[in-house]
């Protein structure tokens, strides 16, 4: 139970653990939605052998979806969650960072400079993605971001 004088934000992003639950999610729901339809054309042939592909797109649909929203970086007070579909990975306290940095490469990514020297990756959240990063504004945004994790918002 969170208390309600501690500031909690949510920093998410598109990961590269949150675009293929993505993409799952959105093949299942698809296949679902062209078994429904072609159930609208043959009422007659439906049976198990249709009942049972349709619930399970549907529920692989939805269930990634699900795991895709549970895929972020929380920052509740003292305290930095690293969470990847629903299931937290890491916590590290945020006095002990001292230094983020956005990692440049194929893929973005947030990374924490302890102050025992060690450094995390944090998977659940990622700033802009190119191409997005390329509009106006998202070297700010990326900034922002690193002063939440930092505890300087």
């Known amino acids: 139970m969170s208390r309600p004088d501690v500031e909690r934000l949510r920093l ?35 049976g198990a052998s249709f009942w049972a592909p349709f619930v399970l797109a549907g529920l692989v ?3 990634g979806f699900i795991a895709c929203r549970g ?13 990847v ?8 306290d945020r006095r002990r960072v001292v230094a983020a940095r956005v ?20 998977i659940g959240a990622s ?3 190119f191409p997005a990063r390329l509009f106006s504004g998202s070297d700010e945004r990326d900034l922002s971001e690193l002063d939440v994790l930092l505890g300087d918002a």
């Open 71 to 83: 895929c972020f970086v929380d920052v509740v007070g003292d305290e930095i969650r690293d969470v």
């Open 103 to 122: 990692r440049l490469g194929a893929w973005r990514w947030y990374v924490l400079e302890l102050d025992d020297g060690t450094t995390r990756t944090l």
């Open 61 to 63: 649909g939805i269930g």
């Open 127 to 129: 700033p802009m993605q």
């Open 85 to 92: 579909g629903w299931v937290r990975v890491q916590r590290v």
């Open 12 to 46: 998410r992003g598109s990961t590269l653990v949150a675009a293929p639950l993505f993409v799952l999610g959105l093949i299942g729901t698809s296949f679902a939605l062209a078994l429904g339809l072609w159930a609208v054309w043959n009422s007659a042939q439906l």
